[in-house]
């Protein structure tokens, strides 16, 4: 995606995220998520308390002050464009900073989280929609209940109801790869609570009711190496006795990570991408 630069090191802030160049807008909601390793959450909230007091700074994740600003898409809801009239209300006001909205500054949003994983799975089919219902039934946030008649069921809220997927901590949705193959997109949230194997099976198991198959596998930017092994316990056929080149290798072939191109573990694993030079640039 246009203005998107990812850059991982031990530390370092990740993902700062800028409205494209071409659109004559002011400056969209920045959010620079600290992806960071080995740091306590006491240590980012002294952190982010650190901020100048100039800056509109809301904290979500794990360094979230109240529930409802847990999730950031709830934070970004509303768009650039929606943030003059949310920032100043009680509910949405800043963890930092004056509830004064400033067209020239924007706001940022900060959140201490687990790395997030971004993992495609590549079906062999050029329906989109096929991809998509996958991805409703495994995404946390899962698919909107509807009637008979195939109307949405709405809430005493007036709300649509969600009928939950199968998994914690993972945001799914129907993509196309390229124009004749239909992928599973999504981004880990946590890979201790739901791992690569976990939706990789999921996919394969409900794309076989569909009479398709999983061709392909693809990460975006760095995985853990944590992730990596528990992936590969799951493929190899003697994972206790396996070293973590043997796991990790066990897991490039269950997860088909070697069939649209290489995969380097020793660039794409943030351990071992750390070792051999400290950090990586991914645009």
Do not use: C
Request: hydrophobic share 40%; glycine share 8%.
């Amino acid at each position: 995606m246009g203005g998107r630069r990812v850059f991982h090191q031990r530390g370092a802030p990740a993902a700062t995220r800028v409205r494209p160049s071409h659109h004559a807008l002011p400056p969209e909601v920045t959010l620079p998520d600290l992806e960071l390793l080995q740091r306590p959450q006491d240590l980012l909230a002294r952190l982010f308390a650190a901020m100048p007091t100039r800056v509109r700074h809301v904290l979500y994740a794990k360094a979230a002050r109240d529930e409802q600003r847990v999730r950031l898409p709830d934070i970004r809801r509303g768009e650039y464009e929606g943030l003059e009239g949310k920032i100043t209300t009680e509910q949405w006001k800043p963890d930092f900073g004056p509830a004064v909205f400033n067209p020239k500054t924007g706001a940022t949003a900060s959140g201490a989280r687990q790395i997030l994983i971004a993992y495609n799975v590549n079906l062999n089919t050029a329906v989109k929609s096929e991809a998509n219902k996958i991805a409703g039934i495994i995404r946390t946030s899962g698919v909107i209940e509807r009637d008979e008649n195939g109307d949405k069921v709405l809430g005493k809220d007036g709300r649509p109801n969600r009928v939950p997927g199968m998994f914690d901590a993972l945001q799914a949705a129907g993509w196309m790869y390229n124009e004749s193959t239909a992928q599973v997109s999504m981004n880990l949230l946590d890979h201790s609570t739901t791992g690569l194997h976990s939706v990789t099976e999921a996919i394969r198991s409900e794309a076989s009711f569909l009479g398709l198959e999983v061709v392909a596998g693809e990460l975006v930017g760095l995985v853990p190496l944590q992730a990596m092994i528990n992936a590969g316990s799951h493929y190899h056929e003697n994972p206790d006795e396996a070293v973590d080149q043997e796991l990790v290798h066990a897991a490039i072939t269950g997860l088909k990570l070697d069939v649209l191109d290489d995969f380097d573990p020793s660039s794409s694993i943030i351990e071992w991408a750390i070792s051999n030079g400290g950090g990586t640039v991914d645009e």
